[in-house]
């Protein structure tokens, strides 16, 4: 056992993802004795970059697009703008047509009415008028509940009436987004891209198509304001300014440890067991970030549990799809055919690719349903180094495509290699419709990265589930798994906590709070209050 774990530290952290070490970090600051430990030899989790082509070509193989990354309240508190920089393009959102027509969406409201208005005025105006409204409830409402513990439901809707900005918020988060979206948008395109924009929120159609949208991503996708930034040299690096924070602050950190349990004594969680027996104690706190499944049922045990967890527990919901990753290594940087239509959609952070109308997305929708390979090859692209150069080599490109996929389909016998050759070919062949150069010579390196391996790799997402949890109603905000546990002592404060998976650091943000309310740690920072931001 290495000699960092001989000891008892006030707090243990197991897994060093982003939430780990942002709630390592402020435990460590406010004076505490804090270990994180990890299973793997690296960390950072989802925020992962790899030299997986050719050297100096920078992959991000899990996350990419950060939402909002530098305005959050733990990038400020924790002074990661001197370690960590954010690169936030003009242009967010783009979608070529193989008709030559491009939609793009910026920062700039008349630039993107616009673009809009080119396909349906209407739309434009449709756009025009919820813009003003979302501007002002992403702000007011939506940022500081994604940083704040949700309220109690009953409460929550009496702040949220109280104004016509809640009003609306409201009335939005109990519709299907894609009754939404075909009520306010005329044009097949408009209506694509929207929905793009909303399923990148951590949706796809399958969430989409979902009775609710609780935390309003419905609303946050007619807001420019607010929006997807990009790590600069890649994602990792928030994970290593994270980690210098937390080393700074006079945190512990152990790789390649191997939990058994987590120690309950006298109904209170009182350190964790290691594969070889030895056990590491916490004063005061043990904090998970792992998925629900390992931390209840493998770390803990069932018989631990109170029966009404336990039936929270069964009725967890996971992510029922997968990715399938294709990243390439370029000599030039795709030029989409309809960069003549507009030229900006050649600089737009994230593309929507293969589907021209509604049937197609609902078509791919359907065959992964039915855990079939999509006959529609639909995926999200980007031109990465063309707005982060430091992510290729000097006049050399990156840029990737992820598409949906059931985690295990129904391959008819074909062999998963063949397959994933196949399909990534296939991948290939359509974004060369839209860019003709993505081909050749001009490809001089390919990776391809499904479920199957990451699930491997990163066992928090079991069955390919990047998010370690479905984004529905219940389970991102009124019934979600943090941030206290039934078990004295215990914390949860990973992905299947509020706000829910993907990169947002709200989970280790908040439950920063709790537990220094709970210990009596002192609080350097000033939390984010949602009942505090809606009553005003």
């Known amino acids: 056992m290495a000699a960092a774990l001989e ?29 994180v430990v990890e299973r793997r030899l690296k960390y950072g989790g989802g925020l992962c970059t790899e030299e997986s ?17 530098s305005e959050t309240p733990w990038f400020k508190d924790l002074g990661l703008e001197d370690r960590v920089d954010y690169i936030t393009p003009r242009y967010e959102f783009g979608q070529p047509h193989l008709d030559g027509s491009a939609l793009v969406f910026g920062r700039d409201l008349e630039e993107t009415v616009a673009n ?9 105006d449709t756009f025009r008028e919820w813009n003003r409204k979302a501007e002002s409830i992403t702000r ?13 439901r009953e409460q929550r809707e009496k702040l949220l009436n109280r104004t016509q900005s809640g009003r609306d918020f409201l009335e939005m988060t109990l519709r299907q987004p894609l009754d939404v979206v075909n009520e306010l948008f005329e044009n097949e395109h408009v209506k694509l891209l929207f929905l793009f924009k909303v399923s990148l929120f951590g949706t796809w159609l399958v969430d989409t198509m979902s009775k609710t949208s609780p935390m309003g991503s419905i609303i946050r996708a007619f807001d420019l304001e607010s929006g997807y930034q990009l790590c600069k040299g890649g994602s990792f690096n928030l994970a290593r300014g994270l980690m210098e924070t937390f080393i700074a602050a006079g945190g512990r ?5 191997a939990i058994d ?23 005061q706190f043990v904090a998970s970030t792992l998925d629900v499944s390992q931390t209840f049922e493998g770390l803990i045990g069932r018989s631990q549990m109170p029966s009404a967890f336990l039936q929270k527990l069964d009725n967890f919901k996971p992510t029922t799809w997968s990715l399938f990753g294709v990243h390439l290594a370029l000599a030039e940087a795709p030029h989409l055919t309809a960069g003549a239509f507009d030229p900006n959609v050649n600089r737009t952070l994230k593309w929507s690719l293969g589907a021209e109308t509604m049937e197609d997305l609902f078509s791919a929708f359907a065959d992964v349903n039915a855990n079939k ?4 090859v639909q995926f999200g692209s980007g031109p990465l180094s063309v707005i982060d150069p430091t992510q290729a080599p000097p006049g050399k490109h990156t840029t990737y495509c992820w598409h949906v996929m059931p985690f295990d389909p129904d391959l008819g016998g074909q062999k998963y290699e063949d397959f994933k050759e196949e399909f990534s070919e296939k991948i290939i062949e359509v974004f060369a419709r839209y860019a003709p150069n993505v081909s050749g010579k001009n490809i001089l390196g390919k990776y391809v990265y499904t479920g199957r391996e990451y699930a491997d790799e990163i066992i928090n997402m ?4 990047i998010f370690m949890g479905a984004f529905n109603a219940e389970q991102v905000m009124y019934n979600h798994f943090g941030y206290r546990t039934p078990v004295k002592g215990l914390y949860m404060a990973g992905s299947a906590a509020h706000p829910g998976g993907a990169i947002s650091g709200g989970a280790g943000y908040i439950t920063a709070s709790i537990i220094a309310d709970d210990t009596g740690a002192k609080k350097w920072w000033k939390p984010w209050d949602a009942a505090e931001a809606l009553e005003g």
Not at 116 to 124: E, G, I, M, N
Not at 253 to 257: F, H, S
Not at 462 to 465: A, E, L, N, P
């Open 7 to 35: 000891k008892t530290y006030d707090g243990i952290i197991i897994g060093a993802g982003h939430h780990g070490l942002v709630l390592g970090s402020y435990m460590a600051k406010a004076g505490l004795d804090v270990l």
């Open 53 to 69: 082509t050719l050297p100096g070509f920078y992959h991000n193989l899990h996350s990419i697009n950060h939402f909002h990354i």
């Open 253 to 257: 950190y152990q790789p390649q440890v």
């Open 116 to 124: 809009v208005a080119r396909f349906s005025k209407k739309d434009a």
């Open 462 to 465: 079991s069955k390919g589930d």
């Open 373 to 376: 390979v999509p006959e529609i």
């Open 140 to 152: 007011e409402i939506f940022l500081p509940e994604r940083y704040s513990e949700p309220l109690p």
């Open 261 to 283: 349990k987590i120690i309950i004594e006298g109904g209170r969680a009182t350190g964790i067991q290691l594969a070889d027996g030895k056990t590491v104690r916490a004063r």
